[in-house]
């Protein structure tokens, strides 16, 4: 287990963590403080960890996630590769875990996860660009096309952000177990791995569960979350989070709360269906 404390900018410290990490290592990093992760300013990012993000709803988990591309470039500089098993924010802190691999095969392997990703200023749709459209290696392809059709609220106006980690940031098995062998007695620590690990599995009402029994989910979570206040529709209520959640996992999608934001949800579901399920008029309520 190797940890890296940093006050403020983590990127100083990457090339010399992953120069000297043992195989199969665990590395955590903790930044604080940093205002380039908050996207506050951007040109900081660009320079310190070598893509650019905007201020969005999302911009914690966008923050980690530029954090995580640039440790797999360190990594990779050494025939290494990285397997993120946990990312955390609590206030202005990011905590980050990942588990070091070691040979080029899985160096390259890594690499395929960092995507630029398409961020739409108006209706803040956002999707990573597909494998083969030129990021890390290859010839670039037209990627404007990847949004829905039609924006919700006009015409799309897309943004490309990155490079960016577009794999997993949650191993709900090692959550799993950290939760089980955790000796801490502090309240909020508990219930903060208790709320990364319901977020980490995403499920839903048919892949979830089976005989009330949980699966093992093989698919990724969801990357990213939408905030409910600014993607609720203009009906005279607001709906609660957990009825948004319950009816998107009776539709078939997967969904959970998130600790990134008190106030979002973390889907599979495409936005014009979140409009939809947040849209249907109240009954019972």
């Keep these: 287990l190797r940890f890296l404390d940093c006050n403020s900018d983590a990127s100083s410290f990457l090339d010399a963590a992953f120069r000297n990490i043992a195989r199969n290592s665990l590395l955590v990093l903790t930044t ?5 992760l908050q996207a506050s300013n951007p040109e900081v990012a ?3 960890y070598g893509g650019h993000i905007i201020r969005t709803c999302y911009s914690k988990e966008l923050g980690i996630r530029l954090v995580l591309a640039a ?11 990285i397997i993120v098993v946990c990312c955390a924010t609590f206030k202005s802190s990011f905590t980050i875990a990942v588990r070091v691999q070691k040979g080029p095969q899985h160096a390259n392997s890594c690499l395929q996860n960092i995507r630029m990703l398409s961020h739409c200023l108006t209706c803040e749709e956002r999707k990573f660009h597909p494998v083969d459209t030129g990021f890390p290696v290859g010839k670039v392809r037209n990627v404007t096309n990847i949004l829905a059709t039609e924006c919700l609220h006009g015409k799309h106006v897309v ?27 502090d309240l ?5 791995l208790k709320s990364i690990f319901e977020e980490a599995r995403c499920p839903s009402k048919v892949a979830g569960e089976s005989h009330g029994k949980r ?3 093989d698919i990724n979570t969801p990357p990213f979350y939408f905030n409910l206040h600014k993607h609720h529709p203009k009906v005279p209520y607001q709906k609660n989070i957990n009825k948004v959640i319950e009816e998107l996992k009776k539709l078939g999608y ?19 269906k979140l409009y939809e399920v947040m849209n249907i008029e109240r009954s019972g309520e």
Aim: hydrophobic content about 35%.
């Design 188 to 192: 909020t620590t508990e219930s903060l």
């Design 71 to 81: 440790m797999a470039r360190s990594a990779a500089k050494w025939n290494k590769a």
């Design 46 to 48: 660009l320079r310190h």
């Design 254 to 272: 997967r969904a959970s709360r998130t600790h990134f934001d008190r106030l979002a949800v973390r889907t599979d579901a495409p936005l014009e």
């Design 215 to 217: 699966k093992k989910m």
């Design 159 to 185: 943004k490309h952000l990155g490079p960016l980690w577009a794999g997993d940031i949650f191993d709900a098995d090692f959550i799993e177990n950290t939760i089980k062998n955790s000796i801490t007695d």
């Design 32 to 36: 604080k403080d940093d205002p380039s």
